[in-house]
């Protein structure tokens, strides 16, 4: 069993940066492809950003790509996700979550493990 922490979340002008983390405990994480999710008031979740076990590989939504980056510190197990050039758009509640699936996926239903999400709120 994984847990997940995130934190980092807060309000922010447009065009202003946050920096989300996430902290796994329990066991590592070094295994896992990670992910980024959100989810609006009203809709539904979805893919913002993954990143493959060693880090190699990542994968972005196309609305924010350019703006966003994912990274991993194995060693801290621990995963981050930078936003820059954030706009109002861009709010909703950010989810990390760890997937077994050897490739980085998009699909929510491939992810085990969940965090229970931390606000962001961009206003314009």
């Known amino acids: 069993q994984v847990q997940l922490v995130e934190f980092g979340g807060g309000l922010v002008q447009a065009g202003g940066s946050l920096r989300l983390s996430c902290a796994a405990s329990r066991r590592t994480i070094s295994t896992y492809a990670m992910g980024w999710f959100r989810q609006a008031p009203g809709k539904e979740r979805e893919f913002v950003a993954a990143i493959s076990w060693s880090g190699g590989n990542t994968n972005y939504a196309n609305s924010v790509k350019g703006r966003f980056t994912i990274s991993r510190d194995n060693a801290k197990n621990t995963v981050y996700l930078q936003m820059n050039s954030l706009k109002p758009e861009d709010t909703a509640v950010y989810y990390c979550?760890?997937?077994?699936?050897?490739?980085?996926?998009?699909?929510?239903?491939?992810?085990?493990?969940w965090g229970q999400g931390t606000q962001v709120t961009v206003s314009s």
């Open positions: 979550a760890a997937s077994n699936r050897i490739l980085v996926t998009t699909t929510p239903d491939e992810y085990v493990y």
